[in-house]
């Protein structure tokens, strides 16, 4: 008894991804080639095109170079292949209506690729000539959609002799249409990359060209572009299964990754992006004539035996091991397979890419990241082995990701390490020695970030306090910033977060430090003073080494910090002189009860020594208010200094260069030694 076939639940359940919305085409193109390879013996006389619509067909003088403007690419709304193949003959027209026919199974075909015409598009309309048993020409045209099947079907007399078919995929579904290729010649690549097995093969390919309206591509053409030498054939066995290979080595183009296509039926299943799975496979290669990019072809009929029906995968196993059928090859046996070929094939000039990608690593680590140097040694050759062309931000990310590796592998170290049990203390020991050797290099390298952070830091100082393009300078707060975060507190950020080094390495320590706070939040006082110092901070020394007998303990500096906006001159007497703010600052909060910031108070805190630090250019306001204030110049002339009796507080007016410069000279032995360049 017959089984009825239903063409909506084979659709239903039959699968084209987004990412493979070509595939209805591709499968329209192989038929073609299918179809010419059946009547002609030789390539030369052979005919398939490719024509794109789109929803509105340009001017003539806007459609020709569409690929080539930056324009907007009108949307394609359906395609047509058509072939001077052997034609809709009676034997494909019942194949054709015959869900998973096996007419054409000796050819790979599996009776599911018009299926797939029917997920991507509204409708197929064929027109086909060709010649019936009798060898008279005929015409045959039909429409092919989900709602109908085939309909419309009509066969007539032809009088045209030759054979040959037109395929029109009509109406391309909107969210198919947004995920393919939009322009003529991505199109004709993809169809070329699909079908290029074909081209490779002996005999060759047809002469297959892409038309959109006033462009021609001929995929000949791009195929010779495309290829910088000929194709290597090689077969390699895999538990016991031969797999052939197709070595290929293409002129680069955008698109230089290195390409695994896993083929089934001689036509491309699925593709496989193989960087970095092989070392020094990343981009693109170098041979003696030029750079190419690598491709690999693998076929094999154990892959057409078990191709899955929509030609998107296979199914096969990733992996067997320990399942009951080990002894059949699975994915990652094959890949293994194709990648030690591959690495054979290209050992030349993945030696050459190796060097360069390890001299990359070395000339980055040497002259932008030094903290990575000590830990180098620890990582795999195969994990250095990046591309040349890598971005420093990719590159950083890597080395992080090693870094925080080694990290892991030493807490787990560690715990190995103080397990004593075993009686071989020499064994012991040689175990300890690894252990603290490899602590030691990684502490090196986060005293090396903590150098190299430093050092942008002070960069980015330096381009703060220069003009910008419209000759303006950067905000107070920007520079602010930069030294410690504004509207926090020591208690709010981590001590890594802030730059106080930059002024003073002496407020690292610090009981209390508020940036940009008002005095009466500060529980270092009960002041209640709403004004907002830049930074302030209170230093308790608990242990003086000199101190004057009968002091009390502990004693107190105050620090506060004015930042100005560089270049700006309107420092006057009042609220616009930042000495005279400073001092303020400084009173205010003596005036409050001064306490440490766990509450315990500071004997006699109204005399608490102070310390002011304006950060300013030395515009010549600035100058006055210094000379006002009986401050003396440095030895640079790029500030004043001075003691204010009347305050009990040591003043200093530091120019955005003198900051710049003796952060650099205080800094400069480490920079020295890490190899990071002068400034």
Not at 15 to 40: G, M, R, Y
Not at 197 to 213: K, L, M, Q, S, T
Not at 294 to 321: H, Q
């Amino acid at each position: 008894m017959a089984i009825n076939a239903s063409l909506t639940g084979r659709l239903r359940n039959t699968s084209l991804p987004k990412s493979n919305a070509l595939l209805p085409l591709f499968e329209a193109v192989v038929n073609a080639i299918q179809a010419v390879d059946a009547v002609h013996d030789g390539m030369a006389s052979t005919r398939i095109t490719v024509e794109i619509h789109r929803s509105q067909q340009l001017p003539p003088q806007l459609g020709a170079g569409v690929d080539h403007g930056a324009g907007v690419v009108e949307p394609i709304t359906g395609f047509v292949v058509s072939d001077n193949g052997e034609g809709f003959h009676d034997g494909n027209m019942n194949s054709f209506e015959t869900l998973d026919s096996e007419y054409k199974l000796a050819y790979g075909c599996r009776g599911v690729g018009r299926l797939l015409w029917l997920k991507a598009f509204d409708k197929v309309e064929v027109v086909s000539c060709y010649r019936d048993q009798q060898d008279r020409s005929k015409r045959r045209s039909f429409v092919f959609s989900a709602d109908t099947g085939v309909s419309q079907h009509n066969i007539e007399d032809c009088e045209d002799p030759k054979t040959g078919a037109e395929v029109r995929l009509v109406s391309f579904h909107e969210t198919y249409r947004k995920a393919a290729p939009k322009t003529t010649s991505v199109v004709a690549r993809s169809i070329l990359e699909h079908c290029l097995w074909y081209f490779v093969r002996p005999g060759g390919a047809p002469n297959i060209a892409v038309i959109d309206g006033l462009d021609r591509v001929d995929l000949t053409s791009v195929y010779d572009e495309y290829m910088q030498c000929s194709a290597q054939a090689e077969e390699i066995m895999v538990k016991g299964y031969p797999f052939d290979l197709v070595h290929l080595r293409l002129k680069t183009t955008a698109k230089n990754a290195p390409q695994l296509y896993w083929c089934a039926d001689n036509r491309v299943a699925s593709e496989e992006n193989l960087s970095g799975k092989i070392r020094g496979l990343n981009g693109r290669l170098r041979d003696a004539d030029a750079e190419f990019a690598y491709a690999c072809f693998l076929g094999s009929r154990y892959l057409d035996e078990r191709v899955r029906v929509e030609r998107t995968g296979f199914n096969i196993a990733e992996s067997t091991e320990g399942a009951f059928d080990e002894h059949e090859p699975s994915l990652s046996d094959i890949r293994a397979g194709v990648l030690a070929a591959a690495e054979q094939h290209l050992l030349t000039s993945l030696v050459e890419a190796r060097r360069a990608g390890r001299v990359r690593v070395e000339k980055f680590v040497d002259s932008k990241a030094p903290r990575y140097r000590p830990i180098l040694r620890y990582v795999d050759e195969d994990k250095l082995s990046v591309d040349p062309e890598i971005s420093d931000k990719e590159l950083e990310l890597q080395l992080h990701r090693h870094l925080a590796d080694i990290e892991l592998e030493l807490l787990a170290e560690g715990q190995q390490v103080l397990d004593i049990s075993g009686p071989d203390d020499l064994e012991y020991n040689k175990r300890l020695r690894a252990y603290l050797e490899k602590v030691d290099d990684v502490k090196k390298s986060d005293l090396a970030a903590y150098v190299s952070r430093r050092r942008v830091i002070l960069d980015l100082l330096a381009r703060a306090i220069r003009i910008d393009g419209e000759g303006r300078h950067a905000k107070e707060d920007v520079i602010h910033s930069l030294v410690m975060p504004l509207r926090t507190t020591s208690n709010d950020v981590a001590p890594n977060v802030c730059n106080l080094w930059v002024i003073d390495e002496g407020l690292a320590f610090h009981n209390f430090l508020a940036s940009d706070k008002p005095i009466r939040t500060m529980p270092i006082t009960d002041s209640t003073s709403k004004k907002e110092p830049d930074l302030l901070a209170l230093k308790v020394n608990h242990g003086p080494i000199l101190v004057s007998e009968g002091e009390n303990l502990p004693l107190a500096s105050i620090v506060v910090v004015e930042f100005k906006r560089p270049a700006r001159d309107d420092a006057a007497p009042g609220e616009k002189d930042p000495l005279s703010q400073a001092l303020q600052y400084l009173e205010r909060v003596r005036e409050g009860r001064v306490t440490t910031a766990s509450g315990r108070p500071i004997p006699r805190s109204e005399q608490v020594p102070g310390f002011c630090y304006v950060v300013s250019d030395l515009t010549p306001t600035v100058q006055e208010r210094c000379k006002a204030g009986n401050l003396r110049p440095t030895q640079d002339g790029l500030g004043f200094f001075g003691y204010n009796d009347n305050y009990k507080a040591y003043i200093e007016v530091v120019s955005f260069d003198r900051l710049l410069n003796m952060a650099h000279q205080r800094n400069r032995a480490f920079f020295d030694r890490l190899g990071l360049p002068a400034s």
